[in-house]
């Protein structure tokens, strides 16, 4: 059973930094498309940034130059590295992965920046 286990997260002043990890595990396949999102209070959850099996990334524009999406093939693992964080940010972030036609979520953590 493919699962993505999360980690990071927490509590940090505005302009902080944190990062996120997200380990696939439960296949031998590697999952090409993954992605991160957030979900803040009141609102939808939304696309954060997307990075390919080959590398390519993209990124919601709030977060352009402030968030940096990696990955570690070999370790099965993606990265969510966000500097310059502000409070706009505070949400629960979820990774996502999309392996033949089916969609698996982590189980979201916590982030929260204070002013």
């Known amino acids: 059973q493919v699962q993505l286990v999360q980690s990071g997260g927490g509590v940090v002043q505005a302009g902080g930094s944190l990062r996120l990890s997200c380990v696939v595990s439960g296949t031998k396949f590697r999952i090409d498309t993954m992605a991160w999102y957030r979900q803040a209070p009141g609102k939808q959850r939304e696309l954060v940034a997307r990075?390919?099996?080959?590398?390519?990334?993209d990124y919601e524009d709030s977060v352009k130059g402030r968030f940096t999406i990696s990955r570690e093939n070999a370790k099965n693992t993606m990265y969510l590295t966000m500097n310059n964080l502000k409070p706009d940010d505070t949400a629960v972030y979820y990774c996502?992965?999309?392996?033949?036609?089916?969609?698996?979520w982590g189980q979201g953590t916590q982030v929260t920046v204070s002013s």
């Open positions: 990075i390919t099996g080959a590398g390519t990334r």
């Open positions: 996502k992965g999309r392996m033949f036609g089916n969609d698996y």
